[in-house]
């Protein structure tokens, strides 16, 4: 027997575990020219939030009943495909089933080696490219200046505070709990993280860790706290704005002062994108972070969670901020 | 007797009369090296109202007691400087002074061809460079793309839109009255205008207005007119933000639905500039400019007030949107 994960309703506001649904079907069998593939490591990640909305946004949005879908690494167990042999793994963008065919279309073999197999999930994989091409190619930072990373201590955000440093500036993250700043200080060489969430005034500490200023933002969150960094941006700073989980559950738009009278008086850029946008520079991004990762100059977190039945758990968590680093379910 | 103008207060929200004060000095004499100026018309402008307040901004902020600033047409009366003589027409950033002494340093002569004097003040002055490098070097449309313009009829929008049909995209402009809209149809060439002052839903007027979307938008506006034309952006829109007029009076922040959703969702960018962020590309934009409005391709409205007593009720008028295209005073 075979689980599978719909969409059951689409979420009003926050995703609940009642919007979801496990159901049962045979496993499927490989046709000519398909694999069989079983689930090894499903990623979750804040954007799907975005597809659970019955509205037109850069990905369909997914349909009722029918299974969701995200980045998942899963092992060839039958073959009928030539270009895959049973024992690969691969990457694809993938239903969430325990057991699925496919036509080999949009997947990629990795290498089986157990030290960076999920960093193809994460580092490697989406959110390390989206921190990287994010930053380097909107951000453009210089030498010298003052990058700030909101969600930093998240898959994107630890990334773009890591490459922010070895570019030569100064990094400041943002993040929700005092393990995750010191996390942030320890582990990833940030020169300062503030804990947005028990500082009273956000603005004003973003001040004091920033005394030349902003001058690249990289927002993960939207609201409030890019208010407060907003204060604090210098002339022609950049912001590249790679999501807004702050507002993705809100049932009705959220209101903040309008930031339109500080881009003009700053000159100031604010470039949405997904990675997508970036997919001629994908090849330079993979290798730049490959060849960082090997020579031990990144590293990263993951959270963890066991198990298919807690793939819909794990993607709820990532609401409550509890994750450090890359969200994955091992099955 | 020599007229001056000076900040007397700096204005709590919008601007009022009591906000400025007239004073008398004696009229100035040119030593070595200086030039006599008589002021004959005076820019005024949306973004002066920035300036009057005591913050940090692109532009350090007025003095108290001390006179305004714009952008003067004047005419030399007496001259100790070899680069300028007697009847010469200058073009600078000057005080707004009947008469006043110049070294010649950011004077500039034009020629004083009465047809086109005060379009050196407009179309071919600060506001029209703004229009065309804002919308060439942000907005960058391609031939038939759709670009929306806030503050349409104004001095920048209206050439904005002019650009635009010039370059081979549809133009919908909003302004705010039924003659404005009628105008910006019948003199400026626009594909459509709307009334957001009547329009009970603007973001469904704006959507019937572009059948295809909004590719690019020129934002001088900012506030809920902006909010209805995020609603109508296309993937990979671009939003120049030349000013945020409907913001600049406000005493306290003004809050409106945070705009990082649509723009994640969209890979939209925005981007906040003046005309000195592309100083470099000024003699480019004003041949262009230039070399237009002698084959006739180009037009442009002037609001013109007489009386040097009457360049504070000018400036104050620009915030009831009263004027038509450039606001100018002639003294």
């Known amino acids: 027997m075979n689980k599978i994960i719909v969409l059951y309703k689409r979420p009003a506001g926050k995703p609940a575990l009642g919007d979801f649904k496990t159901e049962i079907e045979d496993v499927p069998t490989a046709d000519d020219g398909e694999v069989l593939l079983k689930t090894r490591y499903v990623s979750v990640d804040?954007?799907?939030r975005g597809r659970m909305n019955d509205e037109e946004s850069y990905i369909p949005p997914f349909e009722l009943n029918k299974p969701l879908q995200s980045g998942i690494i899963a092992e060839v167990v039958d073959s009928n495909n030539t270009l895959f042999k049973v024992g690969d793994f691969v990457l694809g963008n993938l239903d969430w089933k325990e057991y699925q065919v496919s036509n080999g279309k949009g997947l990629r073999t990795i290498p089986n080696d157990p030290a960076y197999l999920t960093a193809h999930l994460g580092i490697l994989g989406m959110t390390g490219m989206t921190a990287y091409l994010g930053l380097t190619k909107i951000g453009a930072p210089k030498p010298g200046e003052t990058i700030v990373v909101s969600g930093a201590a998240g898959a994107v955000g630890s990334v773009v505070g890591q490459v922010g440093k070895l570019?030569?500036?100064?990094?400041v993250g943002l993040a929700g709990s005092d393990?995750?700043?010191?996390?942030l200080k320890s582990k990833f060489h940030f020169d300062e993280a503030i804990n947005y969430k028990t500082t009273t005034d956000l603005s004003a500490a973003i001040k004091t860790a920033c005394p030349a200023g902003v001058d690249v933002y990289f927002d993960n969150v939207g609201g409030p706290i890019s208010d407060a960094v907003l204060n604090n941006i210098n002339k022609h700073a950049r912001i590249p704005l790679c999501g807004a989980i702050s507002l993705y559950n809100a049932a009705e738009p959220v209101l903040g002062p309008y930031i339109q009278p500080v881009l003009v008086k700053k000159s100031a850029l604010i470039q949405g994108f997904i990675i997508g946008?970036?997919?001629?520079h994908l090849p330079e991004a993979t290798k730049q972070l490959t060849?960082?990762?090997?020579e031990g100059k990144l590293t990263y977190s993951e959270t963890i969670y066991e198990g298919f039945d807690h793939i819909t758990q794990a993607f709820l968590a990532l609401f409550e901020g509890s994750n450090e680093g890359k969200m994955i379910v091992k099955i």
């Open 291 to 294: 060849s960082w990762l090997m």
């Open 277 to 280: 946008d970036f997919a001629a």
């Open 179 to 183: 393990e995750k700043v010191e996390l």
């Open 167 to 171: 570019l030569g500036c100064r990094v």
């Open 46 to 48: 804040p954007y799907l």
